[in-house]
């Protein structure tokens, strides 16, 4: 299968290395010039759990992309999807099949412009990554990643996708259900990647302070009512457990999470909007308020402001 990641910053790097290494015909797609031309020149660079190796690996341009792949699986942030989708329409056949993996909520309407819905895949991760540099990338730790279909009736090729991932090690699995696990996953990132952010803290940090119960018990309710209204029950119990399970230094305590590398670590503007900030939308237009994101979302914005990121 012709593979494409379109979107090769930290998680794209991960799974274009993890494909590389694992006998894939895959081709990395990224706008930023220093880390292309590292690429292009030293491979790319990937310290794993200390472990250093380089793979070659070919990396486009979006705007050199001329050919139709058989996967594009998309990893840029929520801010650039809509720019790298119109920027690669070459890549996106009749058949081609897109994978989104991004954090968040709402991705769906912008994949949608481009891509008809009986080839969109949607899906999340709980893997992480890093960028230590251009063209050096930084993966630690363990995680998982879901995926289904968006049309009834395609799951065959959903499950090809995941079967392919799986056999790269990237622990993937089909999931019937993956809107749940969509919310369940920004649930998690609504209660740490703000919060890490603006206390400038890794997750086994925040998870160790006496406030953190408290913030997760009232982000991931306040989830679940906009879920709610959209026919998904989340299990408050098993979300907050599932927040949980990630503080422990055995699990990824020690990760920065995203929002954390682009605000405070690259002075980058941030995916806030689509985490706690889309939750805080939501809930204005089903008729109801929620607080504890609404005002994460400020208070990320006004950091934004303060560090003048771009
Ligand atoms: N990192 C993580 O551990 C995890 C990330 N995710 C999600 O995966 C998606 C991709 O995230 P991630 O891989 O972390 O994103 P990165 O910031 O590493 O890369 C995304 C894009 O950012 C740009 N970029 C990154 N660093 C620089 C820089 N220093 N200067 C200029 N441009 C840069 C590149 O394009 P451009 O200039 O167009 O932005 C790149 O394509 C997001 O939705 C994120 O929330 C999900 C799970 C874990
Ligand atoms: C790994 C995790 C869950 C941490 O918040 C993440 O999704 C991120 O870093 O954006």
């Not at 893997?127 to 050096?136: E, F, I, N, S």
């Not at 995680?143 to 968006?150: D, F, I, K, P, Y």
Request: with cysteine.
């Amino acid at each position: 299968m012709k593979i494409a990641i379109a979107g090769a910053g930290a998680m794209g790097s991960r799974f274009g290395y993890q494909l590389k290494k694992a006998g894939q015909d895959v081709t990395l797609i990224d706008p930023w010039t220093d880390h292309v031309e590292a690429i292009r020149e030293h491979g790319l660079q990937v310290d794993y759990d200390g472990q250093l190796d380089s793979v070659e690996i070919p990396i486009l341009y979006p705007q050199e992309v001329t050919e139709s792949y058989d996967l594009v699986v998309c990893f840029t942030k929520a801010l650039g999807l809509d720019a790298m989708l119109a920027n690669i329409k070459p890549a996106l056949g009749e058949h081609t099949r897109v994978l989104c993996l991004l954090n968040g909520l709402g991705h769906e309407k912008t994949v949608e412009k481009y891509v008809p819905a009986e080839n969109f895949l949607i899906g999340n991760t709980i893997w992480t990554a890093g960028l230590d540099g251009p063209g050096k990338a930084h993966l630690y730790g363990s995680g998982s990643l879901a995926l289904q279909n968006v049309v009834p009736g395609h799951e065959e090729q959903a499950k090809e996708v995941a079967e392919l991932l799986d056999q790269a090690g990237l622990n993937a699995t089909f999931d019937p259900n993956v809107r749940y696990s969509i919310y369940r996953k920004a649930a998690l990132n609504g209660c740490v990647n703000g919060v890490c952010a603006l206390l400038d803290c890794n997750l086994g940090s925040f998870g160790s302070t006496d406030s953190a119960p408290v913030i997760i018990r009232e982000v991931v309710s306040e989830f679940a009512a906009v879920a709610a209204q959209e026919g998904i029950i989340l299990d408050q119990p098993e979300v907050v457990s599932y927040v949980e399970s990630i503080f422990s230094p055995d699990s990824i305590g020690e990760h920065f999470p995203s929002l954390h590398q682009d605000l405070v670590q690259k002075g980058r503007l941030t995916e806030i909007d689509f985490i706690n900030g889309a939750i805080a939308r939501q809930a204005v237009e089903y008729g109801f308020r929620a607080p504890y994101c609404e005002l994460i979302t400020l208070l990320v914005h006004s950091k934004e402001q303060i560090l003048g990121a771009k």
